[in-house]
Each structure stands twice: as C-alpha cells, then as structure tokens.
C-alpha cells in the first residue's frame, strides 16, 4: 500500500528525546519538510552525534535538558504548535535494578510535559507509547481495544501510566493527543534491541552467538523510518482532520518473526555461518520481557497505511545497517 502524506502548514516541533535513536530520525524527516525543531535530550541515552549534521541550520535549535527541570520545559515548549514526546528510560531490563527509572523517565516526565504544554498553551501531543503495555495478554491479535492491560515490567507500566496521563490532561484541559503502541522499532543508531546485540556479540566473538532464552520469543519488528512514517500519517490524515481528546494507534507490521530466526539472519548478514548459536534456556530473555507480541494494525490500515516491509525484511535491513555503523 502507498503511504501518501499530506502537505499541512509546516509546524514548530518540540521533540523530546530528539537526540536519540527514533527522535533523531523524527528530526531528520521534519527538517527535510522544512518544519522548525527544537530537540530537547539530556543526552543520557541520546547522542549529540546523532544531530550534529543541524546545528547549523537556522530552523533548528537543541537545548539540552531533563523532563523533570519543568521550568526547562516550559520555557522550551512555549511557543510550538506541536510536541513530540520520545523522551523516556530505554533501558526494559535495568529498571528491574533501578526500579524508580521508569517512574521518573515515563511517568513524571510525561506529566511534566503535560504540565509544561498546559501552562504555555500548547495543544497538540504525539506520545510513544510500546506494545509492552498489552502485557502478556492472550489476545491474538493484539488491538487497540484489547484489555485490560496487565504490563509485565516496569517500563510497560511507565507507557501505560503515561497513557492515562494523556488521556487526563487532553479531556481535562483542551490538549489533543495522539499515542502510538510501537512493535520493537529497529534500524541505523540505535543503541540497544535483539538486532544491535547480536551484530555486537557476533562482532566481540565471531564464533559464538548467545541468545537470552529459549530462542521461540515472537514478536513483530519495525524499521525506524516506517515508525515515523506512521505516526506523521496519523497525525496529519487522521488527527488533524478529526475532533476528539485523544487517540491510540497500535504502530506495527502485521507480521512476525522470532528471536531464533533473527539470530539466524544476523549470522547470514554477517557473513558468520560457522558461529555456533547458545540458547541460556527460559520462556523469557530476561525479567520482564513479554515473550510473545503479536500487535494488529488493522486501524492505521483502514485508515491508510501500512508498513512496507515484513518483519524478516526489517530485521535484514537493520542487522546491515548496524554493521555499517559497528565497522565505521
């Protein structure tokens, strides 16, 4: 299916977490639109690197700052006709080390950003949200209407939160907000994921590849630049054009592949066809992790769009990108 994308007024864009992996690319398709960027990263995730090639550009402006400092959050969002909220702990595993993570990173971040967008009168929000938020829910597939939600870690629970938060302040206070429920998100700069693991491992140790669990976890992968793609389809076809407080869309390709047949493909892409494959046992990689996703998202397709590529065909595409990177 062709994903057309219409030709709005061009926005002033607050992009929280614009430095990192899925924000930098946000920024890079909006500038290339000649939208006007304001990238706010505390660069604890984020890399500078990763938008330096703006700097110098007249329409772009970074201010490095935290989520919780709300005075750097209001004077930044002021003034921008859209926020963009990719801000938030990427870490699913460490939060079961630092267990406040989520609950400082998610869940006061979101709301300081709320606050900030009510006291300077900004209306319109595009929240990431995750799939982790269906938990381990039998439903197959996972819809949007799907319920109750049970997350199964602390990051699940931290979107989920930030969820409920959106959807207060958007019927309490006149914002409009939008949140997209990504599938595992892949691709050139990111920094954590199956596909960055096993090119690292595979490149520390060519000979063998160790794999967290039993291999059989199942779920749908995304590349980067459909992501945005997506959510820039919803907000400018859908949103704009309908009335309400807020909506969620389930971001995601209607496949799926698994964590042994990933391994497999990085070892291919790689060119390591020797590289033995260790399996550590277990339903779940780690704590935590939601063995099986399997998300529909047949609303963004009525509505129009559709991923391009399949599960496989991402994880090909971002295991060589991520050599590229690994190798530069």
Known sequence: MVN??????????????????IGSHVVDRLLSEGARITVLDNLSTGRRENVEPHLGNPRFHFVQGDLLDLDCLRETIAGHDLVWHLAANTDIRGGTIQTDADLKNCVMGTWNVLEAMR??????????????????SPANPLLESTGPLLPVSLYGAGKLSGEAFVSAYCHLFGLRGWMFRFANVIGSRTNHGVVHDFVRKLRQNPRELEVLGDGYQVK???????????????YRNVALSVEQPCDVFNLS????????EIAEIVIDVLGLNQARIRYTGGRRGWPGDAPVILMGAAKLCQLGWSARHSSAEAVRIAASRLAQEMRA
């Open 4 to 21: 057309q994308i219409v030709n709005p007024r061009r926005p002033a864009v607050c992009v929280t977490g614009g430095a990192g992996f």
């Open 220 to 234: 749908p992968y995304l590349l980067v630049e459909e992501c945005v793609d997506g959510m820039l389809y919803a």
């Open 253 to 260: 390709t209607d496949t799926t592949i698994s964590v042994r």
């Open 119 to 136: 006291l300077t009168g900004v209306r319109d929000l595009i929240f990431a949200s995750s799939g982790v938020v269906y938990g381990d």
